[in-house]
């Protein structure tokens, strides 16, 4: 068996187990914790895939960043919190499970009539270094790329303004009072 | 002999499925909202998957795009929640009904 098969076989049951163990986990740390997992085994994968800068990429942005930002807000949130599993619609547990089966079941088939399990692989003509990435991203799809600056910037300021407190506006004749109220302390202390 | 791209697609499909699911059984929204994480990465490896097949960096390039879009998602998102716990001190998505006829 080729090490790449070997590799396959040993990652994607892992990334399959942790993505269910997020599913059926109670503690939304626990389950950000697993989901950490998963994106680990697919960084993985793509490096099977031909695509190193993208593996970087995966475990930069996604296993670093994204999933620190998600722990950074369960642990602002209160973390000792205990989901409620009621059922607030009948049947939503089991349409739900049905639906998420049927989506499994409809990409398979997908798969099997679009491309089929046939172990032919073309070789592979593709190499995903920062190099190779660098002259589309700089060329071909430079406007884009140019863009989603301008969206990250505007997805920062956007995270600022929703999560500022609102401080409450003061009057200048509240600030003069509570300066007068102040200097009268100050007095009263020397004295 | 290299692993079939099939494999690929399928894991893909599984770990999309999953996060349909989470989406749909779980009631807090940072687990709903790492749900959909889940699909958005289950897209990226059948992009990259076919980029393969395809011999073709474009779709690369693509899931390059989607990563970026996916971070600048995440950071509203999670400020939206923030806000939404501020007003509730809820982050159950059950508790958020003030539209209900």
């Given at each position: ?83 409620d599993?009621r059922e607030r619609l009948r049947?939503q ?99 | ?26 009631k807090?929204a940072?687990?709903i ?51 939404v716990?501020?007003r509730r001190f809820s982050v159950n998505v059950d508790d958020a009904r003030e539209l209900r006829g």
């Amino acid at each position: 068996m080729p090490l790449d098969n070997v590799v396959f076989w040993v990652f994607a049951p892992i990334a399959v187990a942790s993505a269910i163990g997020m599913l059926f986990m109670r503690n939304a740390v626990h389950a950000a914790l697993f989901l950490i997992v998963d994106f680990m085994c697919i960084s993985v994968m793509y490096l099977l895939l031909d695509a190193p800068f993208l593996f970087a990429v995966q475990i930069i942005v996604y296993a670093g960043a994204i999933m620190v930002l998600f722990l950074f807000v369960i642990m602002l949130l209160g973390v000792d919190r205990h989901e409620d599993l009621r059922e607030r619609l009948r049947g939503q547990r089991i349409a739900g499970l049905a639906l998420a089966a049927g989506a499994a079941l409809e990409i398979g088939l997908a798969v099997r009539a679009g491309i089929g399990f046939s172990r032919h692989v073309p070789p592979s003509a593709l190499s995903g270094t920062a190099e190779a990435l660098a002259k589309p991203l700089f060329t071909t799809y430079f406007f884009p790329f140019e863009v989603t600056s301008v969206l990250l910037i505007v997805a920062a300021i956007a995270a600022m303004v929703l999560a500022q407190r609102k401080a409450k506006a003061v009057t200048l004749a509240e600030a003069n009072a509570r300066n007068a109220e102040r200097d009268a302390r100050l007095r009263d202390a020397t004295k | 002999m290299r692993t079939p791209i099939a494999f690929f697609l399928v894991l893909s499909g599984i770990l999309f499925s999953v996060g349909t699911a989470g989406v749909l059984l779980r009631k807090n929204a940072l687990v709903i909202f790492m749900s959909v994480e889940l699909q958005l990465n289950a897209a990226n490896l059948a992009l990259v998957a076919f980029a393969r097949m395809h011999g073709d960096l474009q779709g690369q390039v693509l899931a390059f795009f989607s990563m970026i879009v996916a971070a600048a998602e995440v950071v509203v998102g999670l400020a939206i929640i923030v806000s939404v716990y501020r007003r509730r001190f809820s982050v159950n998505v059950d508790d958020a009904r003030e539209l209900r006829g």
